[in-house]
């Protein structure tokens, strides 16, 4: 099983401030078949980035994925006061179980 | 517009069982795998299950292998998972998304509580 591992657990920024997150795999994420989501309190998780950089339908070009193999970053440029959520990095490459990170919650500060 | 929509999580007792449902609309069911997806309360993420379109090819995690059963019913648009011998690390909100992976359409959730 690949173990994601998301850091930092909790992110304190301001609004207009740049957002690094980090996701870590185990092992080698085949095909950089890695995504993002960003979860609100009460709702079900949004698709932000997948294929490691690829943005999702809807989604602002604030946010950016990067990273490949074993080491991937969802950036968010300006933060808006919308963005402040919990953020999971996911991977659904060739091997099962298909796994999430444990998420960084992003607060403002 | 894609929808999905669960039902039929509630409390149980540890050792019972219980059947999700999620009823899509807005796109050809039958084209697409589906899978259920948990969380625990205050917690992450879990990949509980997929089933392909005609519902031939099941895969599921470790922890509910043997326990659970994911089906659909392409001609009622209806996704499955019957939950038997239940427990209380089971409790959760399952979520039905649309395709394997990635999920970019996901249900608003259902709550299953397994507790004495």
């Known amino acids: 099983e690949i173990v994601l591992t998301q850091s930092p657990g909790t992110l304190s920024l301001s609004p207009g401030e740049r957002a690094t997150l980090s996701c870590r795999a185990s092992q080698s994420v085949s095909s950089n078949y890695l995504a993002w989501y960003q979860q609100k309190p009460g709702q079900a998780p949004r698709l932000l980035i997948y294929g490691a950089s690829n943005r999702a339908t809807g989604i602002p070009d604030r946010f950016s994925g990067s990273g490949s193999g074993t080491d991937f970053t969802l950036t968010i440029s300006r933060l808006e006061p919308e963005d402040f959520a919990v953020y999971f990095c996911h991977q659904y490459g060739s091997s099962l179980p298909y796994t999430f990170g444990q998420g960084t919650k992003l607060e403002i500060k | 517009q894609v929808h999905l929509v669960e039902s039929g999580g509630g409390l149980v007792k540890p050792g019972g069982s219980l059947r999700l449902s999620c009823a899509a609309s807005?796109?050809?069911?039958?084209?697409?795998?589906m899978t259920w997806i948990r969380q625990a309360p205050g917690k992450g993420l879990e990949w509980v299950s997929y089933i392909s379109g005609g519902g031939y090819y099941t895969e599921y995690a470790d922890s509910v292998r043997g326990r659970f059963t994911i089906s659909r019913d392409n001609a009622k648009n209806s996704l499955y998972l019957q939950m038997d011998s239940l427990r209380a690390e089971d409790t959760a909100v399952y979520y039905c998304?649309?395709?394997?992976?990635?999920?970019?359409?996901w249900g608003q959730g259902t709550l299953v509580t397994v507790s004495s």
């Open positions: 998304a649309r395709k394997n992976a990635p999920h970019k359409d």
């Open positions: 807005g796109f050809t069911f039958s084209d697409y795998y």
